[in-house]
Structure formats: C-alpha cells, structure tokens
C-alpha cells in the first residue's frame, strides 16, 4: 500500500520559531541534496503552524514532505484557534500527526482522535496516529491492551479502504525525550500485536530516537520508520538519523 520502504518522520513541536524554522529547513533540504539518501526512505517535516507556510515554501522543490502537528475535522467555521485541513492542503501538506501523548495530557481524547482522523483520510491526507502506554501500564502488564484500545478508538467508523494509508506511531510515554529509547525488540513485539489486528497500517516507533540507535528499530520487519523529536532540532543530526535508518 505505502510507496515508501521507510518513513522518517520529524516533530518539530513548539522549539523553534519562524525564523529558526526556516533556517533548519534550508539546512536539512541542503544536506538532504548533498547526500546518497534512499530514494525509498520518506522524509517528513512537521513544523509548527506559525512556520508552516514559510516552511512550505522553502521545501516547496524538494522531496522532503510537509506534515503538520495536528489538525481540526471542519474545513471552515466558528472555532476559534483551530487549524483547517483544506488549508494545510493549499500549502503541500500530505501527512497529519494525531493523539501525540503531549496532546492527550492537554485534553485530547480517544474520540477527538477519531474525528480528526476520519477527517485527515476524507481529505486524502494520512494520519499519523500517536499511541503508547505509560510507565505505570507497562508494569502493570496491560501495554498491549491499552495499545490496542487507543488504536480501536482511534480508527473506529473509518471505511479503510486500499487508497487509504494509516500509519501507527507507537511513542511509549515513558521513553519520549527521556533520551531512553525503549528496547527495540519490545517495541517490534508491539508493532506485530498492533498489525495482528489491523495488517493495513504501517508503524513506526517514536521515542528518544537518535542516530546511534535508528537502526537497531528500522531495522525489524515491523517497524517501518520512526516519529523524531528531539534529535530533529539539528539539521546534521537529524539527516545523520535518516541515513543511518
């Protein structure tokens, strides 16, 4: 389904301002040309929505693709501070991060997750849909269950059908910028239990990523590429990730 063998994903969330947003973008598109990159690997820049329009235009003639942060499931209306879809859409955008673990503790929930991703696959656009269990799940035992639930919740009422891609970011709550990344062969048992059920999505592993350890989770045939936070704030570092992938 997917027409990439791997996707890189980078959040840029609230660090960088317009400014330092534009620059990374130039330098990450500069080192990008400047190196053998795998025309197969997919390169994805989530910058915040004040940047975004620059952003769009500095990568407006590159193969690095614009994701955004989230979004809202009207196209227009009255709901102040949201951000519209079709409007992501007029400036290239192609991939939409929901149900961060930073936006469910801000209030974000499994049915607001579902909304915007029935919206973000009725615009044709791919959901990047953000699940993982907390520390104290995990010792509970319970990772799986909880896994599985936000990821039903989340796709509940979609009509998948094969133009449709889904990809499933699994970010242990735990490991996200901890600069711990969680033990590759757990998070591969993870992305075969989440597959088991829905064999038509791609996931792919966020949390603490980095160039030293890219590989030990691209490397396994379930994981398919990784959502990057920190170690996306640096042009060198993050395009040292991506060929290391």
């Not at 003639?61 to 942060?69: P, T």
């Not at 994981?223 to 060198?236: N, T, Y």
């Amino acid at each position: 389904m997917q027409d990439w063998e791997q996707i890189i994903i980078a959040n840029w969330k609230m660090q960088l301002n317009v400014q330092e947003s534009v620059k990374q973008a130039k330098q990450i598109k500069k080192l990008v040309d400047n190196n053998k990159i795998n025309a197969a690997t997919k390169i994805v820049v989530a910058p915040s929505f004040l940047a975004f329009s620059n952003v769009a235009e500095v990568l407006s003639d590159s193969r690095i693709i614009l994701g955004a942060q989230d979004s809202f499931e009207e196209d227009k209306g009255a709901y102040t501070g949201e951000i519209s879809l079709k409007n992501l859409q007029t400036l290239g955008c192609k991939f939409v991060i929901l149900g961060h673990s930073e936006r469910r503790l801000l209030g974000e929930t499994n049915d607001m997750v579902n909304r915007k991703a029935k919206a973000v696959v009725n615009h044709g656009l791919i959901p990047v849909i953000c699940v993982g269990e907390s520390i104290t799940v995990r010792q509970e035992n319970k990772s799986e269950e909880f896994v599985i639930n936000q990821v039903d919740k989340a796709l509940q009422d979609i009509n998948i059908q094969d133009k449709y891609k889904i990809i499933i970011a699994y970010e242990p709550i735990w490991a996200i910028g901890s600069g711990h990344a969680m033990d590759p062969q757990t998070s591969s048992q993870m992305a075969k239990f989440i597959k088991q059920k829905y064999n038509f999505v791609s996931v792919i592993y966020g949390g603490s990523a980095d160039p030293d350890n890219i590989h030990e989770f691209t490397k396994l045939e379930d994981i398919e590429g990784a959502l990057v936070g920190g170690a996306s704030l640096d042009a060198k570092t993050f395009v040292e990730l991506i060929k290391n992938s």
